[in-house]
């Protein structure tokens, strides 16, 4: 099993990044997905979910109206569009199945 997420950077408040995760070596279409983040000196926490077919999503409130979790089972890929980014969504992002976790990819959010 592959989780390699990509699509990180730097931006200023109020910008936008599109995260990506392409998945392999496992029935992509076959299981709920997850995007978590880590700050440094904060537990991970679980930023969003989306069901197997993509029909069903979930967010944590703090980011609840600015950012987007889709996927294209066709590809293996899994998306998280971030919207109106704060400094406090600075982190380092994982895309996570319930058993494999990718190498993360980093967002800073600065001025």
């Known amino acids: 099993v592959q989780l390699v997420e990509s699509g990180g950077g730097l931006v200023q408040p109020g910008g936008s990044l599109r995260l990506s995760c392409a998945a392999s070596?496992?029935?992509?279409?076959?299981?709920?997905m997850h995007w978590y983040r880590q700050a440094p000196g904060k537990q991970r926490e679980l930023v969003a979910t989306?069901?197997?077919?993509?029909?069903?999503?979930d967010y944590a409130d703090s980011v609840k109206g600015r950012f987007t979790i889709s996927r294209d089972n066709a590809k293996n890929i899994l998306h998280l569009q971030m919207t109106s980014l704060k400094p406090e969504d600075t982190a380092v992002y994982y895309c996570?199945?319930?058993?494999?976790w990718g190498q993360g990819t980093q967002v800073t959010v600065s001025s």
């Open positions: 989306i069901s197997p077919r993509g029909l069903s999503t």
């Open positions: 070596g496992f029935i992509f279409s076959a299981h709920t």
């Open positions: 996570h199945d319930n058993i494999f």
